[in-house]
């Protein structure tokens, strides 16, 4: 930052990726560059979940399995950890005892992080983390825009009585008028409901929905566009539930349902939104209990890896350095 070239990734060629503790794609800690562009942030909490719990394991199965991660981008011709300066700030000590505290935990450490200027992409956790996150977000941007690749809606009210779940995250941040009701989507969405009337209650909150099955019809790149129209040049929060993906692609996760998109299709549609102005992202639900041969965590990276691209773009973009480096 501030004119020197950003420290990137261990290089592979010299000290074997599997050696040493693992950040996000080898990248320094953010104590050892003081300030990022892009902050990589794990939060190891999933008291909220509804079925198998683990994500709060997920945060560091991602760091691992991002030790392959090589600098350039072909997908999007960059080299992200070039253009701008990428850091791991670890992970957000949340209790899990505590669901309300938790959330206004992650906030705090949200606000700090974001504080600095820098963007968020977070790893790790169950849903109910997008709910502080976003408020966090909002508090800077205003009211964003949502993009949200799930298996499920998220937009249910509650379980068991609580507010603040996996299921619920999204109608609280509507209800709390941190999203942009104009631009609200669903991608991936699929699988058994518990009444009609969970798509009609989203429908009125504003969320257009993408089936997985619209995704394998119409196609990667035809998605792409629709949902770049909708979200034109709005500050945009992409949140990802690896459970998006089919269970063949990401078994490791708590709520599997058959039927998802290909990790091909999810990262063909995030390259399509390269141009979008993205301020943070979060890659939830991967629980590596119920992983095999880092199936999930390998597309929870490259997830990533995609996304921090795009914040990296934008980033050089608006200091006048050429993306393509
Ligand atoms: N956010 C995730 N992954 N799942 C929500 C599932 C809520 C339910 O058990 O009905
Ligand atoms: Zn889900
Ligand atoms: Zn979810």
Known sequence: MGGDRPRGPVDSSRVPRYAGPATFARLPRLDEVGAADVAVVGVPFDSGVSYRPGARFGGNAIREASRLLRPYNPAQDASPF???????AGDIAVNPFHINEAVETIEAAADELLGTGARLMTLGGDHTIALPLL???AKKHGPVALLHFDAHLD???TYFGAE?????PFRRAVEEGILDTSALSHVGTRGPLYGKQDLTDDEKMGFG???SADVYRRGADEVADQLRQRIGDRPLYISIDIDCLDPAHAPGTGTPEAGGMTSRELLEILRGLASCNLVSADVVEVA???DHAEITSV???HT???LTTIMSRQIAAARGVNAGA
Do not use: K, N
Request: aromatic share 14%; no cysteine; hydrophobic share 45%.
């Open 209 to 211: 929905i993408v089936t």
């Open 304 to 306: 990533a890896y995609e």
């Open 155 to 157: 937009t249910w009210d």
């Open 288 to 290: 590596p209990a119920y």
């Open 135 to 137: 408020r966090s977000v």
């Open 164 to 168: 603040y779940t996996h299921g619920t």
């Open 82 to 88: 070039a253009l701008a300066q990428v850091a791991d």
């Open 299 to 301: 597309a929870a990276s």
